[in-house]
């Protein structure tokens, strides 16, 4: 899978012009899971011009309620209702600027799996942690936070996103190297199997996020714990997003 995170990006006319040139680019693509996510705003515009293509939409967030008197907040059975398969749930800038908590992602990813909406969950570690060499436990510790009373991972998918590779653009964050992110990966699939059983974490998705582009996602792709992608910066341009799509695709054959 190769999800597009679009953030705070993107008119619906924008949206347009992007979704008419990717998908052009894309026909041919039929093993890799392509998904969209952009704002709300852009998410009816999208799912009429994605009908009948190889492209599947998501949200970047949710209210973990079916409907109520909650001034501003998009419930998963509206996700559902203007098309969506997935949800992004827990993204750092969640966590970061609207102090989201595991507790708080792990009510939403219930919710969402309850209205049938698939919820990619992120977890990483900050750059403090990492140099304190809490990962490890920090990931683990986010997993079972956020899976909390999920019996059936059918469906679910993991983000990886080291917050200190996380770039939004900027040249001078570098992304994790490939060895780094699969030992982070295995360690993520061995955690999984402790909660649940070895043939849920060997079918789990699990995705690196943290700058994918298309210089280094061949690399990334290739790991074996590496199933694919949430991409920010790069997928907010079809000739940059392709490219990545088609490494998920050639890391398949
Ligand atoms: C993200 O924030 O989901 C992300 C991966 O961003 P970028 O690709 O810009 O590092």
């Known amino acids: ?31 890799t899971e ?8 852009a998410l009816g ?3 009429q011009m994605i009908a009948h293509s190889n492209i599947k939409l998501g949200a970047q967030n949710m209210y973990p309620a079916e409907k109520g008197a909650i001034t501003g907040e998009i419930s998963p059975l509206m996700l559902k209702d203007i098309g969506c398969s997935y949800v992004i749930l827990g993204h750092s800038e969640r966590r970061s600027i609207f102090g ?19 919820p990619i969950i992120c977890i990483g570690e900050t750059l403090e942690q990492k140099k ?39 040249p001078d964050i570098k992304p994790a190297t490939p060895e780094e992110a ?30 994918m582009k298309p ?3 061949a690399d990334l792709l290739a790991q074996p714990d590496i199933d694919g992608g949430l991409v920010g910066s790069a997928s907010l341009k079809p000739e940059s997003f392709e490219p990545i799509i088609t490494a998920a695709e050639k890391s398949q054959e």
């Open 34 to 41: 392509i998904v969209l996510c952009p704002p709300f705003t």
């Open 132 to 170: 304190a060499g809490d990962t490890e436990r920090v990931i683990a510790s986010q997993l079972k936070g956020c899976l909390t009373g999920i019996g059936d991972m059918e469906g679910v998918v993991i983000a990886y996103e080291p917050v200190w590779a996380i770039s939004g653009g900027d």
């Open 1 to 31: 899978m190769i999800a597009a995170n679009w953030k705070m990006h993107m008119t619906s006319a924008e949206a347009g012009s992007y979704v008419t040139d990717l998908i052009k680019r894309v026909k041919d693509i039929s093993r």
């Open 100 to 118: 989201e908590t595991d507790e708080d992602v792990n009510k939403k990813a219930r919710m969402a799996m309850e209205c049938r909406l698939l």
């Open 45 to 47: 515009t999208v799912d």
């Open 215 to 217: 210089e280094n996602a």
């Open 182 to 211: 699969q030992k982070i990966h295995s360690r993520i699939r061995s955690v999984i199997q402790e909660i649940y059983d070895k043939d849920t974490a060997e079918s789990v998705l699990i995705l690196y996020g943290g700058s």
